[in-house]
């Protein structure tokens, strides 16, 4: 039954070393597409500068999910967070995939940004669930060498897509490799409630199949109705599915409404669930557990310092106009958190 269990979490670890692999691999990844990507959202190739939020929003997101994620996961679980991580990510890459403005793409960036961030805390907490403090140093030290890898990695994986498609399929695979991780901690919850079951002698918790399906339901056909693939857009007994149904918004094809259904059902069916994907009936007590505020002020303090530096011209300056105005409202925000985390009654 400990096996069993062991077995659950060592799965759900390696599902969490390959969305980190991916996310760190997606802060570079726009490195050589980056040209292309700006001319895809509206923007000419000299505009460099409005497109440095497409780089700066990504690292922004990463970081400052970064203070909250590991504390929520200790009050919620590791499966939960891995599973809600996985999904923002996912829904990241599809925002990304699918923009035609700079204002999409910056949103789609954060996203992913913030989903593939929330993966690392959670997946090094869960090498701490499953080894003793002696036996800890070689798992953490691959979580750390396959981070590494993934921004290394990173350039490499998008000009291998960019020999063979467009600036936009890198963002597809994303999001397909997300989707696929997500169901798979889906599936992880269902064996960790039959491992739990059997430690305590109880019956079986009824897995979330509903939610399950409808998640990956909503993905898949946002993903398919964003996507518009020519097969299915010139068939002639399926091409309705892609045609508006009220002038030329596209969000009012057959599936993207079904896209919006889908994902209203898995909100209100996670809401509902007795044994839900993702525990959003916890949420204000998770935030409350999770010093919320304290989490928000660190996370403005280290995201000041990486828009300080990251939206910098290096080629003509060394930190951003606006540089020295972020750099005290990160000392301010530092201060705010050493107050905080002295008179709080569950401190970060």
């Known amino acids: 039954m400990l096996r069993r269990a062991e077995r659950t979490g060592r799965a759900a670890l390696v599902l969490g070393v390959v969305g980190v692999l991916l996310a760190a691999a997606d802060t570079y990844v726009i490195v050589l597409a980056l040209p292309d990507m700006m001319v895809g959202v509206g923007l000419d190739v000299d505009e460099l500068q ?20 590991g504390r929520v996961s200790d009050v919620t679980g590791r499966l939960p967070v891995l599973t809600g991580s996985l999904l923002v990510f996912t ?37 701490a669930d499953l080894w003793p403090p002696e036996r800890r140093g070689v798992p953490l030290g691959l979580v750390g060498a396959v981070q590494e890898l993934g921004s290394v990695l990173g350039p490499l994986f998008g000009a291998a897509i960019l020999a063979v498609a467009d600036w936009r399929a890198i963002f597809w695979v994303n999001f397909a490799v997300g989707a696929v991780l997500f169901a798979g901690t889906a599936a992880g919850r269902r064996r960790r409630a039959a491992a739990e079951a059997e430690a305590s002698d109880a019956a079986p918790g009824r897995f979330d199949l509903l939610g399950a399906v409808l998640g990956l ?14 097969s299915l857009e010139q068939s002639v007994r399926w091409g309705e599915l892609l045609v508006p149904r009220l002038d030329d918004h596209e969000w009012t094809t057959p599936l993207a409404l079904a896209a919006g259904v889908l994902a209203v059902g898995f909100v209100a069916r996670e809401l509902t669930a007795r044994r839900p994907l993702l525990p959003l009936r916890r949420t204000p007590a998770v935030l409350r557990a999770a010093d919320l505020p304290g989490a928000l002020l660190l996370g403005v303090a280290l995201g000041g310092i990486v828009l300080t530096f990251a ?38």
């Open 50 to 69: 409005r497109a440095a939020p497409l780089v700066s929003m990504f690292l922004l997101g990463y970081v400052v999910v970064l203070p909250l994620v």
């Open 91 to 127: 829904a990241g890459s599809l925002l990304t995939a699918s923009a035609d403005g700079v204002a999409g793409a910056v949103v789609g960036r954060f996203l992913q940004g913030a989903g593939g961030g929330a993966l690392v805390p959670v997946t090094l907490a869960l090498v």
């Open 217 to 230: 339901g909503a993905l898949a056909c946002a993903g398919v109705a964003v996507s518009r693939p020519a």
């Open 311 to 348: 939206v910098a011209d290096p080629a003509v300056e060394l930190m951003a106009p606006s540089g020295p105005w972020l750099l005290a409202g990160s000392a301010v925000a530092l201060a705010a958190f050493a107050w905080r985390q002295r008179r709080a009654a569950a401190p970060l």
